[in-house]
């Protein structure tokens, strides 16, 4: 069982700033691609950024140049740096990992951003 543990949530003030973090259990190697979904209520969840073992990123278009999604190989992370944010990016935001034809999920981390 793939375990992820993401950190790195909260509330902060438009225009500002967080970074989220992302450990799996083993290594991000493991995984083909790793990312980030977000979830507001009633929404579906949205692909937000994501890499992959090659070092491909992707990101959604309202998202693309104020976040960035990075690998931390030395502390075995993947985190989304998200910079200039909007009340609009207020969601639940969840870790996905994919190994060989199975998705994980982490638990989700709330960032609520007021205006």
């Known amino acids: 069982q793939v375990q992820l543990v993401e950190y790195g949530g909260g509330v902060v003030q438009d225009g500002g700033y967080l970074r989220l973090t992302c450990r799996p259990s083993?290594?991000?190697?493991?995984?083909?691609?790793m990312g980030w979904y977000r979830q507001a209520p009633g929404q579906q969840r949205d692909l937000v950024a994501a890499?992959?073992?090659?070092?491909?990123?992707n990101y959604m278009d309202s998202v693309r140049g104020r976040f960035t999604i990075s690998r931390d190989i030395a502390k075995n992370t993947v985190s989304l740096q998200m910079n200039s944010l909007k009340p609009e990016d207020t969601a639940v935001y969840y870790c996905k990992a994919n190994r060989g034809g199975r998705i994980n999920w982490g638990h989700g981390t709330q960032v609520t951003v007021s205006s």
């Open positions: 890499i992959t073992r090659s070092g491909i990123t």
């Open positions: 083993g290594t991000i190697f493991n995984f083909e691609t």
